[in-house]
Structures are given as structure tokens and as C-alpha cells.
């Protein structure tokens, strides 16, 4: 194989393996009994636990998002937003406020900005900066009030459709950014009937917490049931689930760096082509 040959398959290669270099290995858990956030592997390992010992505020967990180092989260008596460093151990305390809002629900994060569900009794989804700036809100068209599981994913929102803690096989439906009537209705049924609550997606499957069960669903892109993890330790009715944003790459959205190596792979076999016209 001569060297430029190489060259330009080795930049293809670096640009393909770049898009899965993220490994996403753990998740964290809000717990709606108490403000306790949880960290699993996806074996249902207990990793950590952070509670009120630890400077949490609220009593009543909803959301949760984690991005690197920090997560952020909300409870459903509370219009806050706060955030925690789980390796430092430190309380950042109040990231800003949802006003308006009595309680805000599960929450998700596109790269950028948070959607923060509102559990004021709405079917509103709040767009906000991490300073506090509202950038939008829109209305899910098939939520009937509470909903308790929001993802963003593949530059959609999902979201299910009431209160999981209510029980019964929840549905969750896909959303264009502005909101309205669902563009994919029940893409997730929930598979266990005592109820669903909280959505993650970790660039290739979604993870229901099923509430009073002290599992997980994991479904497929397709929205098919494949199996559930059984969470070990002290697993409190878990309303929301969060892996690490800062690692996940969705399919429409692939990363920088995944763009400019597979661009310069590309750009290499231009060059070895005319250089071999030109021979």
C-alpha cells in the first residue's frame, strides 16, 4: 500500500471512529421520594449517591442533567434550577429561576440550552440559556398536564404524555423544537404497566426509568422494548434519567472534530485522485 494511500485511509477511518469515540458508560437517577441523585452503570451497579447532606435543595426530585462534571437539576415544588459538582463535592446552588412556574418537571439539554418541563399544572416546555434567559416556550400538544419525561434527541423533543406516577403504560411522542402536535406519536410505549416516568438517549438507545420497579426499559431507536436493567441499592422511584451530554453524539448532530477528520479524509482522496491524473 503506497503512503498516501494510507494517509487518506487512516484520516477516513480517525473521521468514522471520531463520530463513537464518546463513551457513554454510566447514568444518573432523581429520585421524586427525596432529592437524591444516584449514579448506575448500565449493568444497575450502584456508583454514588448525593443527598441532602451533600446541600441539595427541594423535596420532591423531578429533573436531572448532567454535562461533564456538573449536574443540574430541578424538584416539583420549586421553580429552580440548580447544580452540583459531583467530583468536587461542591453545591453550586441556584442556576437560575423559572418565573411564573410553581415546580418544573424532567428536564433535557440540546448541546447548548436546557428544556425544562413545567409541573405547574401546564403542558408548556421552557427554553432556557444556562444564565436564566428564556429563549421560547413551546406547548406539547399531547401532554395532558404534569408530564414527567423529557428528552432531547436527534434535534426533537420527547416527551411522554401524563404523570407517570400515576400508573399504566405511558406513551411517549416526538416534537419538532416548536412544539404543537406530536411529528411521531407513541414512538415508546412503556412496557410496564405500573408506570413510567423519566427519558434518557444516549445517541443510540432510550432508557425509561420504570417507577415503582426499580428498573430501566431500554428501547431502541425504533422505539422497541429490548430489555430492563434491575437497579441494585437504594433505588427511590426515579422520575428523570441523564447520561453525560458532554459525551453523547446524537445521529443528526455529529461533533466537530468528527466533521473536520472525516472532511480531511475526504479532501485527501481528492488530492491522491489528481495526482494520479496528473501522471
Known amino acids: 500500500m503506497r503512503y498516501s494511500t494510507f494517509v487518506c485511509g487512516a484520516f477516513l477511518a ?5 463520530h463513537a469515540e464518546a463513551a457513554i458508560s454510566t447514568f444518573w437517577a432523581m429520585s421524586a421520594g427525596s432529592p437524591t441523585l444516584a449514579e448506575y452503570d448500565f449493568s444497575g451497579n450502584l456508583l454514588d449517591t448525593i443527598t441532602t447532606a451533600n446541600g441539595l435543595q427541594g423535596g420532591n426530585g423531578r429533573g436531572v442533567v448532567q454535562v461533564g462534571n456538573i449536574l443540574y437539576y430541578t424538584t416539583a415544588d420549586t421553580n429552580g434550577v440548580y447544580a452540583y459538582n459531583f467530583v468536587s463535592n461542591t453545591n453550586l446552588g441556584t442556576v437560575f429561576t423559572v418565573p411564573g412556574s410553581t415546580g418544573l418537571a424532567t428536564m433535557a439539554y440540546d448541546g447548548t440550552n436546557f ?8 403542558n408548556n416546555v421552557y427554553h432556557y440559556s444556562p444564565t436564566g434567559t428564556l429563549l421560547g416556550t413551546v406547548a406539547l400538544g399531547s401532554c395532558t398536564s404534569y408530564c414527567d419525561g423529557l428528552e432531547y434527541a436527534n434535534g426533537t423533543l420527547i416527551s411522554n404524555r401524563y404523570d407517570g406516577g400515576l400508573g399504566g403504560a405511558n406513551t411517549y411522542d416526538v416534537y419538532a423544537l416548536t412544539g404543537g402536535a406530536p411529528t411521531h406519536s407513541a414512538l415508546i410505549v412503556g412496557h410496564d404497566i405500573s408506570g413510567n416516568t423519566g427519558i434518557a438517549y444516549d445517541g443510540t438507545d432510550y432508557y425509561v426509568s420504570n417507577i415503582f ?30 447520561v453525560n451530554y458532554a459525551a453523547r453524539i446524537d445521529t443528526a448532530t455529529p461533533e466537530p472534530a468528527s466533521m473536520f477528520l472525516l472532511g480531511s479524509g475526504v479532501v485527501g482522496l481528492g488530492l491522491l485522485r489528481r495526482r494520479r491524473r496528473s501522471r
Open 115 to 122: 428544556w425544562l418541563g413545567d409541573y405547574s399544572g401546564t
Open 14 to 18: 480517525a473521521g468514522i471512529a471520531g
Open 213 to 242: 420497579s426499580s428498573t430501566i426499559g431500554v428501547y431502541d431507536a425504533s422505539g422497541t422494548w429490548l430489555h430492563d436493567i434491575t437497579l441494585a441499592g437504594p433505588a427511590h422511584e426515579f422520575e428523570d434519567l441523564s
